[in-house]
């Protein structure tokens, strides 16, 4: 993924190469997970189904997805100094805080379990620390630029933390500010409105001499 988000700062690669590319960065993912692959019947549905139905396949397809999703996350909300390092910092913390509330509850003898939280710990614990340490240059005003190749590296962590770890659909409640910013972006990613970068400029430049001329200031 790091070697995704260098060509993406280079080459300045279209969107259907960064739904391609991570699709084949996560098989070794997916061939690693060694987990179950049933999910949680919803309530109303269990008198006919069961409590749990196992998808097979579809699991594995939903993990491939699941990476393709974080990895273009942390991307598609970045933009402004300090955004892309921050949020994976917020995301982060959020991600330890609850492998140590679940290890905490989970009794000792259940040893499978824990270990998926402490595995979850041990790569997200030195993921903070390097961002941390990113961030204080980063911050605004910005005098390192991370561009792709640290969003890309950055989903991608939480992908293998969320799969691994055995709590995608919790990771997922994370990552709310990201899925509503897709929902946002959505109709300028498929076609339906086109707004270039030269446009954002001119709009942020046009409200800064506005402001900079208003007889308010």
């Known amino acids: 993924m790091i070697l995704l988000g260098f060509a993406d700062c280079v080459l300045n690669l279209r969107w259907r190469y960064k739904l391609i590319m991570p699709f084949f960065a996560s098989l070794p993912l997916v061939v690693c997970y060694t987990g179950p692959t049933s999910i949680m019947v919803p309530a109303f549905l269990r008198h006919s189904l069961g409590s749990l139905v196992d998808v097979g396949l579809l699991y594995h397809l939903y993990m491939i997805l699941y990476a393709i999703f974080t990895t273009n996350a942390i991307n598609i909300y970045a933009g402004v100094n300090g955004i892309e390092v921050g949020q994976s910092i917020v995301t982060a913390c959020g991600v330890a805080f609850y492998n140590v509330l679940e290890l905490s ?4 003898d259940r040893a499978e379990e824990r270990f998926y939280h402490i595995f979850s710990l041990s790569l997200i614990l030195p993921f903070i620390g390097v ?13 390192v630029f991370v561009g ?6 950055a989903g991608m962590v939480f992908a293998v933390v969320g799969i691994l770890g055995h709590f995608t659909k919790t990771l997922l409640l994370l990552f709310i500010p990201q899925i509503l910013n897709f929902m946002l972006s959505l109709p300028q990613l498929i076609g339906i409105i086109y707004l270039s970068l030269i ?3 001119r709009c942020r430049r046009i409200e800064r001499c506005r402001s900079r001329w208003s007889p308010y200031h």
């Open 105 to 108: 509850l989970i009794p000792m």
């Open 131 to 143: 961002s941390l340490a990113l961030f204080k240059y980063n911050k605004y005003p910005s005098r």
């Open 148 to 153: 792709d190749t640290y969003t890309y590296f």
């Open 199 to 201: 446009h954002i400029c």
